[in-house]
């Protein structure tokens, strides 16, 4: 299984950094998403979606929320990244 592992640092308390990427209208804002939709829980779920059409939309990202610690961070598993046009998951 292929995974991915990212660090960044950003000069901001650990409570701002974690609602900037847990809260819908911040990640929308953030990333010029048109829809997300995070239950900000252990077990919870991450989507967000880009595209001018709601009921159409380009991508979809979905997935699972683990290691819910807050405020000190959170992992995703089981991504799902749809493209639109294409009849699977990348």
């Keep these: 299984m292929r995974s991915i592992v990212e660090t960044i ?3 901001a308390d650990p409570g701002t950094v ?3 990427v847990l ?3 911040a990640i929308m804002a953030w990333w010029s998403a048109n829809a997300a939709i995070v239950l900000a829980q252990e077990g919870g ?3 967000v979606q880009w595209g001018n059409d709601l009921d159409d939309p380009d991508y ?3 997935a699972s929320i683990i290691n819910f610690d807050p ?3 959170f992992s995703l598993t089981n991504y799902v990244y749809l493209v ?3 009849t699977t998951a990348v």
Excluded: N
């Design 9 to 11: 640092v950003i000069q």
């Design 18 to 20: 974690f609602l900037a």
């Design 23 to 25: 809260k819908p209208s």
């Design 60 to 62: 979809i990202t979905a």
């Design 71 to 73: 405020p000190k961070g």
């Design 45 to 47: 779920t991450y989507a």
């Design 84 to 86: 639109k046009g294409r």
